[in-house]
C-alpha cells in the first residue's frame, strides 16, 4: 500500500508538497502517478514519474505549477504544487503501477496501477 501525506488548506497562490511513500510492506514498482478527485468530478491524472528512468508526465493543468520527483533511497514520490487555486481543491491520491506507461495516454488509465493509497485533502481557500 501507499501513504499519502502533506495536504492541508493553503490561500490561493499557495503551494503545498505532497509525498507519497510505502505503507507496510515495500514492494517494486515502475512509475507512480498523482491522481485527484474532485467532489461532482471524476477521478483524473495529474502527474506521473517513472522510478528507473525519471521520465515525468503532467496534465495541461498540472504543467507549470507541479513538479514531480522521486527519492530511490527513500522510495517516495512528491508532487510540488504552487500558484494553487480554488479548482485544485481534491483528495489527492498517489498509486503505483507494475508497468511503465506505453505512450502518454497510458499515464491516466487507473486500470493500469495496482496500489493505492489512502489520499490527502488539498484545500484552495481564503
Known amino acids: 500500500q501507499l501513504q499519502a501525506s502533506g495536504g492541508g488548506l493553503v490561500q490561493p497562490g499557495g503551494s503545498l508538497r505532497l509525498s507519497c511513500a510505502p505503507s507496510?510492506?515495500?514492494?517494486?514498482?515502475?512509475?507512480v502517478g498523482w491522481f485527484r478527485h474532485s467532489p461532482g468530478k471524476e477521478r483524473e491524472f495529474v502527474a506521473g514519474?517513472?522510478?528507473?528512468?525519471?521520465?515525468?508526465y503532467y496534465t495541461d493543468s498540472a504543467k507549470g505549477r507541479s513538479t514531480i520527483s522521486r527519492d530511490n533511497a527513500k522510495k517516495t514520490v512528491y508532487l510540488q504544487m504552487n500558484s494553487l487555486e480554488p479548482e485544485d481543491t481534491a483528495v489527492y491520491y498517489c498509486a503505483a503501477r507494475l508497468s511503465v506507461p506505453s505512450q502518454t495516454t497510458d499515464w491516466g488509465v487507473m486500470g493500469e496501477y495496482e496500489y493505492w493509497g489512502q489520499g490527502t485533502q488539498v484545500t484552495v481557500s481564503s
Open positions: 514519474i517513472t522510478w528507473r528512468t525519471d521520465n515525468t
Open positions: 507496510g510492506r515495500s514492494f517494486v514498482s515502475y512509475a
